[in-house]
């Protein structure tokens, strides 16, 4: 069994809709989850991240942790053509002595999303 | 851009070529890493940097030689790779903080294809 699991896609929702994205995850370790996004020939950028369980919003975007399920999501509302993207979710462990989260990340496979106008 | 570059920024070598990968980050960050993204694949972490030491070494295989001369520059030595090599190398940086979440901050890539 993968660590982190993420439907891959590819997602197309038109302009203006709401989009979930999700990821489960077996490792009841992990407390830091973080969703990236990666343009076409880019590397992935950080667009928000959640300490253990919540909600956290940015604007149109929310995300959202439930550790009893170990499942985590990302909503984006109003969708535009500009978030056409892929988003990767990431979930790392405390380590060290201060709670760094630090090093490892566990990726997600990425789901490809294409917001058309 | 992030602050990261990568060069070169696509790579084409057969299976007896020695090459190397570039990153260099202007971040003043002390964490480097190497990762390789394949199509339908999760990002896998290769190697971790700290202040220059190597911390971390997901069993790669040994055709991948990393070095890291400084904070701010980080190397990718390939040789004899195989065809399955073929992929995204992506290079990142990161200032991990205590009490904080590690951002890491991602160089474009090098797209290599092992013939």
């Known amino acids: 069994q993968k660590e982190v699991e993420q439907d891959p896609g590819p997602l197309s929702v038109p302009e203006g809709a709401i989009v979930s994205l999700n990821c489960t995850y077996s490792n009841s370790a992990f407390q830091y989850f973080m969703w990236y996004r990666q343009y076409s020939r880019k590397g992935p950028e950080l667009l928000m991240y959640t300490y253990s369980s919540g909600n956290k919003e940015d604007g149109r975007f929310t995300a959202q942790v439930d550790k009893s399920s170990k499942y985590i999501s990302l909503f984006i509302r109003d969708s535009q053509p500009s978030d056409s993207a892929t988003y990767l979710c990431?979930?790392?462990?405390?380590?060290?002595?201060?709670?760094?989260?630090?090093?490892?990340?566990?990726f997600g496979q990425g789901t490809i999303l294409t917001v058309h106008p | 851009e992030t602050g990261v570059t990568q060069t070169p920024r696509h790579l084409v070598m057969g299976m007896t070529n020695k090459k190397s990968l570039k990153c260099e980050q202007h971040?003043?960050?002390?964490?480097m890493y190497w990762y390789k993204q394949s199509a339908k694949k999760p990002l896998e972490l290769m190697f971790v940097y700290n202040f220059k030491e190597q911390t971390e070494n997901n069993s790669v295989p040994s055709r991948f030689s990393p070095e890291c001369p400084n904070s701010s520059h980080l190397f990718l030595h390939l040789h004899t790779l195989q065809p399955e090599d073929s992929a995204l190398y992506l290079c990142a940086s990161s200032r991990p903080t205590s009490g904080s979440v590690d951002e890491q901050f991602f160089g474009p890539g090098t797209r290599l294809t092992v013939l």
């Open positions: 990431a979930m790392s462990r405390l380590k060290g002595a201060g709670g760094t989260s630090y090093g490892k990340l566990t």
């Open positions: 971040l003043g960050h002390n964490a």
